[in-house]
């Protein structure tokens, strides 16, 4: 762009160069233009001053001198034909150069007007490319917003499916409880009372109570909820003199199971 820039200033001072020459042939042909008129004008003059001289009689005249007066008016007018003749040419001239000095300017007025417009041109130019740049951002963005939306979908997936894992062995693990939701818990508390007087005895009552509760959802609509009680009874006699122990333990245990179809 720099050096079409150059050219076009370079063209420019070319075409003043050659408006300057066309105005020195100008003013060259309009100088010679007068003199010629100014030659026509000298003839018409000399003419003009023929007539005089040809209405004296020329037997009163010298034979030389009626010569010159009968030829000096037909080489006047040859003169001023010639000056006719090299008239037309000069006009000619004339003409061609004032057509070529108006299409000079004409050239010159275009082209002032394309470096007028030259930096218009190169604003347009910079905001296209600034188009463009704000273009490739929207389409890297537009990438980089797909790829998070990619991963954050395969996170979530992942996630899901992980999910179904833990729900999977959360009802694996109901199925082992219920299987095992039977057993027993019992509690034997043995108390010993010793005293120094002989055939002492000390009863002694110990209740235990263990409850175990199970809740397990079978289906979508069925609950079943399993209330286990264990009641232990422990009585123990003991005999100081002869050291006797004896120990009764009493076991009852109590099941429950509720059924809700929901």
Do not use: D, E, G
Request: aromatic residues 2%.
């Amino acid at each position: 762009m720099l050096l079409l820039l150059l050219l076009l200033l370079l063209l420019l001072l070319l075409l003043l160069l050659l408006l300057l020459l066309l105005l020195l042939l100008l003013l060259l042909l309009l100088l010679l233009l007068l003199l010629l008129l100014l030659l026509l004008l000298l003839l018409l003059l000399l003419l003009l001053l023929q007539i005089p001289l040809l209405q004296v009689p020329l037997p009163l005249l010298p034979v030389s001198l009626s010569l010159l007066l009968l030829l000096s008016p037909l080489l006047l007018l040859l003169l001023l034909l010639l000056l006719l003749l090299l008239l037309l040419p000069l006009l000619l001239l004339l003409l061609l150069l004032l057509l070529l000095l108006l299409l000079h300017l004409l050239l010159l007025l275009l082209l002032l007007l394309f470096l007028l417009l030259l930096p218009l041109l190169l604003l347009l130019l910079l905001l296209l490319m600034l188009l463009q740049l704000q273009l490739l951002l929207l389409l890297l963005l537009t990438a980089s917003t797909t790829a998070t939306a990619a991963t954050a979908f395969t996170a979530a997936t992942a996630a899901v499916t992980a999910a179904t894992a833990a729900a999977t062995a959360a009802t694996a693990a109901a199925a082992t409880a219920t299987a095992t939701i039977n057993s027993t818990t019992t509690t034997i508390t043995n108390t010993t009372t010793t005293t120094t007087r002989p055939t002492t005895t000390t009863t002694n009552l110990t209740t235990t109570t263990t409850t175990t509760s199970l809740t397990t959802t079978t289906a979508a609509n069925i609950t079943t909820s399993t209330t286990t009680t264990t009641t232990t009874t422990t009585t123990t006699t003991t005999t100081t003199t002869t050291t006797t122990t004896t120990t009764t333990t009493t076991t009852s245990t109590t099941t429950t199971t509720t059924t809700a179809i929901y």
